[in-house]
């Protein structure tokens, strides 16, 4: 499994803190991965590592493609999971984002794990979204679990007990914490009823959150535009649908009720 590690970049990091978010079953309307592709792009991120898909993906699922170059030459661009680094006020940062993968998990953690340890890392916060029956409307909420649960209270997210199936995110949580590193897992709860992706009110929760625990500042207004354009987009959606407009009103009143 060292050999579906690859490294391309050793820099000396402080102390760093990995985030990582999974595309898939872990990533309801994007909301997870979108989150953490915007703290990459806002940091400025640069590669670190990736780990090779052949060991750990099922390519009739997650498919790769064909890439047109400048010169006209096609070529084949295969699934992979990414590291990138950035700097932070008093650590550093590894950003690891990718596909779930479909087999091989334990090895798959191992590779995870390596990155941990090359890097000295500290701390993980693993970040999720998923569908509930909550309105649209509302600020979306946040929930998870962490090794220190007063960390949960400090950064106003929701404790759960969620017991069922999980996904990667669920068992590298577990491995991380036998590992006696801290963990942070966050989850954005977002409307069942509203098929569209990528939900940036999602993703705005989460790096909201997110930001002040890791100690770095982002200019959000671009993500706070995007969450805007879309609550007026479902709004009218919404409004529009005699049916789902309804539904929304039985949620109205079950929460008022509460």
């Known amino acids: 499994m060292a050999d579906a590690l690859r490294l391309l970049d050793e820099p000396e990091l402080r102390g760093p ?21 915007f703290l990459t792009d806002a940091l400025g991120a640069t590669p670190l590592a990736e780990i090779d898909s052949e060991e750990f993906f099922d390519f009739t699922v997650t498919r790769p493609e064909v890439k047109l170059g400048e010169d006209g030459v096609r070529s084949i661009d295969w699934p992979r999971f990414e590291f990138s680094h950035a700097s932070g006020p008093e650590r550093d940062l590894i950003l690891g984002i990718g596909a779930e993968p479909h087999t091989r998990w334990r090895a798959f953690c191992e590779c995870v794990a390596d990155v941990t340890k090359r890097f000295g890392v500290r701390r993980v916060i693993l970040l999720g979204s998923f569908l509930a029956d909550v309105l649209y409307s509302r600020p979306v909420g946040v929930t998870g679990f962490a090794s220190d649960p007063g960390q949960l209270e400090r950064l106003g997210i929701t404790p759960t007990r969620y017991e069922g199936p999980t996904g990667i995110i669920g068992v590298l949580g577990d491995r991380f914490r036998r ?21 940036p009110r999602g993703a705005l929760a989460l790096v909201q959150h997110m930001a002040p625990y890791l100690g770095v500042r982002v200019d959000e207004r671009p993500l706070c535009e995007a969450a805007g354009e879309f609550e007026e987009r479902i709004s009218a959606l919404v409004a529009a649908d005699p049916t789902l407009s309804e539904y929304v009103k039985q949620l109205k009143r079950r929460d008022f009720a509460q």
């Open 17 to 37: 803190d990995l985030l990582l978010a999974f595309e898939g079953w872990n990533d309801a309307g994007e909301a997870a991965t979108s989150a953490l592709r």
């Open 179 to 199: 590992d006696q590193l801290e963990v942070l897992s966050c989850w954005a709860g977002l409307p069942h009823y509203i098929d569209s992706s990528p939900n």
